[in-house]
């Protein structure tokens, strides 16, 4: 089993930044990824890593204005979202697997992730 616990989420204007952060216990994940879903729409891969390497995945849409990384000390996957823009607001959720995930595609695929944080709420205002 794998527990995440997202946080960071709140209300900033276009053109700000938020860290969120995704505190990871239990087994260690092969891959971390965060995941939004905005009102009405399907749920979308944003980034993946995984942690033991360091590896990293983006969606090509948000590539340059999102960042993760990964904290081992702390078991804590972070997503670093800089130039935000209203489009961005959605519910960000920490998703994990323990299996190994080989076309990159996958990694940003939610299908692939059998854990689960709540989520928290990113609203961006004009």
């Not at 972070?78 to 190994?100: F, G, K």
């Amino acid at each position: 089993q794998v527990q995440l616990v997202e946080s960071g989420g709140g209300s900033v204007q276009a053109g700000g930044s938020l860290r969120l952060s995704c505190a990871v216990s239990g087994n260690s994940p092969v891959y971390v990824a965060w995941f939004r879903q905005a009102p009405g729409a399907q749920r979308e891969g944003v980034a993946a890593i995984n942690p033991l390497i360091g590896t990293s995945y983006y969606s090509d849409s948000l590539k340059g204005r999102f960042t993760i990384s990964h904290d081992n000390a702390k078991n804590t996957v972070y997503l670093q979202m800089d130039s935000l823009r209203p489009e961005d607001t959605a519910v960000y959720y920490c998703a994990a697997t323990r299996y190994l995930l080989g076309a990159r595609s996958d990694k940003l695929d939610d299908v692939s992730y059998d854990y689960w944080g709540q989520g928290t709420q990113v609203a961006v205002s004009s």
